[in-house]
Each structure stands twice: as C-alpha cells, then as structure tokens.
C-alpha cells in the first residue's frame, strides 16, 4: 500500500455526463500528479499540483479540471464526457525533489464512459 | 519538447537470459530519469534513478548523455521480474517540473 488513496475505483458513466475523481496523497506529500492510462497512449502527464497551486500541465483537455485543496487533496474533474475518454487515471503524490523526488502511486480510478 | 521513447512494446526471455529494455530520452536540459514497474495487480512504483547509481532486485540503468539513453538492465532474469516497466524524465520549466512517462514495456520471464 503506497498511501495515496484514490476514490471511485470503478466509474461507469455515459457520454455527455461529468464525473469526479479523488485523490488522497500520503501524509506530508505537498506534490499531487494526475496520469491517464489507456493502452495506445500508455502514462499521459495531465497535471501536477504543489500545496494547492498548479506547477505543470500536460495533455490535458480543456473539458478537463483539477484542483488540489488546503487539506491537499485533490480532485479530477471531467465534463462532456466522450467515449475516448474511458482510461484508468492515477494520481500519484511524491516525497523529495528534482531527481531525488520519488512517486507514490495511487490504485487508480477506471473509467468507463459508455 | 521533453520525449521517451520505449521502442519495443514486450520482451519475452527465458529464466537466467540476460535483459536490456531500451529508453532513449529527448531533452535539451540536464535529464533526470527513473525507471518505474508495475507487478501484476499492484501499483506502479519507482525502481530505480539514474541518479542514485544502485542496483535494486540486480538492475541497473546508466545515463549515457552522447547516446541519450537510459537502458535497464539485467544479467540474470528472474520470473519475478515479469511486469511493466516504464521509463520516465523529468523536465523543468522554470521551477516547475513534471514526469513524462514512456509508453512502457512488458516484460515476460518464461521459466
């Protein structure tokens, strides 16, 4: 067990709809990143959060949001669902910094848009 | 734009072959790279960082800068060592960073 906690584990949802993910970093990890894995695109960065403020965005579509909140953790939110957005997401926090930094994955949540 | 490239998607060995899964990195900074791994329904975690120079479960990665590589490597395969692998670097802009992952490979141990 890492300690990073993600909820749902599963999510089925239509197109159209919105959804939210959560994820709970380890205690003490200020550093929240958020994956998307599908099989032909394989770990797609989408976003990287230091205590509360935004440090990097990656391949993240505008339907797409996040946030991390004063209790650090953080939340994922896709709207207008469409049918290639059905992947697993991770987040994942982290402990040290520049090439010493270490990344504490979470299950992942697996989406399923239908 | 930061880049890793995993140009094979699996690599089937026999138990005790040699392994060298490939990462080739594009970066115009000073790289940072790791190798991650995934095991069988656990998570995916760090195995090992160029910068530490170890070796963890006996694989080990050198940065070869003129090559832009970052190669795991093993001498003696293991069937425990079955799993995903992902080569990642990280990059800065400014004092922010992130992890770019490549696309993974798998390998397969046979016994």
């Known amino acids: 067990d890492s300690g990073v906690t993600q909820t749902p584990k599963h999510l089925i949802t239509a197109t159209g709809q919105r959804v939210t993910l959560r994820c709970s970093p380890r205690?003490?990890?200020?550093?929240v990143y958020w994956y998307q894995q599908s099989l032909d695109q394989g770990l797609q960065f989408l976003i990287h959060?230091?205590?509360?403020?935004?440090?990097a965005k990656g391949n993240i579509l505008e339907r797409f949001s996040a946030q991390q909140f004063p209790d650090l953790h953080s939340e994922l939110n896709l709207s207008s669902l469409e049918l290639g957005d059905s992947a697993l997401y991770f987040c994942?926090?982290?402990?040290?910094?520049?090439?010493?930094?270490?990344?504490?994955f979470g299950s992942g949540t697996q989406l399923s848009v239908l | 734009a930061q880049r890793v490239t995993q140009p094979e998607k699996l690599l089937s060995v026999f138990k005790g072959a040699p392994v060298e899964l490939k990462c080739n990195y594009s970066?115009?900074?000073?790289?940072?790279l790791f190798w991650y791994v995934q095991y069988s329904r656990q998570r995916l975690q760090l195995l090992l960082r160029?910068?530490s120079r170890e070796s963890i479960k006996g694989f080990t990665a050198d940065l070869n800068k003129g090559e832009t590589s970052f190669h795991l490597k093993k001498p003696f395969a293991q069937e425990e060592d079955s799993a995903m692998y992902y080569c990642?670097?990280?990059?800065?802009?400014?004092?922010?960073?992130?992890?770019?992952f490549g696309k993974g490979i798998t390998l397969s141990v046979r016994p």
């Open positions: 970066y115009s900074g000073s790289p940072e």
């Open positions: 994942a926090s982290s402990v040290g910094t520049g090439p010493h930094e270490k990344l504490f």
């Open positions: 990642a670097l990280k990059s800065y802009t400014g004092a922010n960073s992130k992890l770019t």
């Open positions: 160029h910068i």
């Open positions: 205690s003490g990890d200020l550093s």
């Open positions: 959060y230091y205590n509360g403020e935004e440090r």
